[in-house]
């Protein structure tokens, strides 16, 4: 069972979520959580694999609480959003956040992201991808040469630079006529040089640096 944890301060939208979650065979929904420090405690008590974190909630806000729980190893974040405020995406993502879906996006793109993070993969909604990655590839917030990228090998990088542009193993393997447990190795390998939480990172991270850019 993938164990969710929910943290928003609208009770209905945690009800909301919590009925479409427990349809599922293989989700549970262990707690509820209506402000950042809440989420923090629950979660180390209840061990989720997931928490589907709102932004804006009282006292503590979800990208504290997000910061605070990734610098402790601890489980997923799923960003649940409207959108309405670029700068808490961004900040969200180098907080450690590994997926974003919109409130208004359906049923079955809730459940197939909670599977998703949980299985140990980021997630961006295509809704919002562009829109993200243009945001980050302006900003250009870390040094290059304090990063870990001359530590990949040149397959590693070629792996980097697809991984980046969205391919999944399965099309990266084709790309590079390479077996898919192959790529899987290749992409376990990049994410731990360059310290990445995941692909979400990733992708982040190479459009910070330029290694890949919108469009090219």
């Known amino acids: 069972m993938i164990r969710v944890l929910l943290a928003d301060d609208h009770h209905l939208v ?3 979520f919590r009925v479409i979650l427990e349809i599922e065979d293989d989700i549970e929904v262990v707690g509820e959580a209506s402000d950042g420090l809440q989420a923090i405690d629950l979660s180390r008590r209840l061990k989720p694999d997931v928490i589907l974190m709102d932004v804006e909630m009282p006292g503590m806000n979800g990208l504290e609480a997000t910061r605070q729980l990734t610098a402790e190893d601890g489980p997923a ?3 649940l959003t409207t959108f309405d405020r670029d700068d808490y995406l961004f900040a969200a993502l180098r907080a450690g956040a590994s997926g974003f879906l919109l409130k208004n996006d359906s049923p079955e793109s809730l ?3 909670v ?3 949980a299985a140990g993969d980021g997630l961006l909604a295509p809704s919002i991808t562009r829109r993200v990655i ?4 302006t900003i250009g917030a870390r040094d290059r040469e304090a990063t870990r990228l001359g530590e990949l090998t040149p397959r590693e990088h070629e792996v980097f630079v697809l991984l980046a542009g969205g391919a999944t193993n399965a099309e990266i393997a084709t790309e590079l006529w390479l ?3 192959t790529v899987k190795t290749h992409v376990s390998r990049v994410l731990m040089k360059i310290g990445a939480r995941d692909r979400t990172q990733a992708v982040v991270l190479a459009y910070e640096l330029g290694v890949v850019r919108p469009g090219g």
Not at 134 to 137: D, G, K, L, P
């Open 111 to 113: 459940t197939e992201a």
């Open 134 to 137: 243009e945001a980050f590839a």
């Open 179 to 181: 077996g898919e447990t």
């Open 14 to 16: 945690r009800t909301g």
């Open 77 to 79: 974040v799923l960003i």
């Open 115 to 117: 599977r998703v993070l």
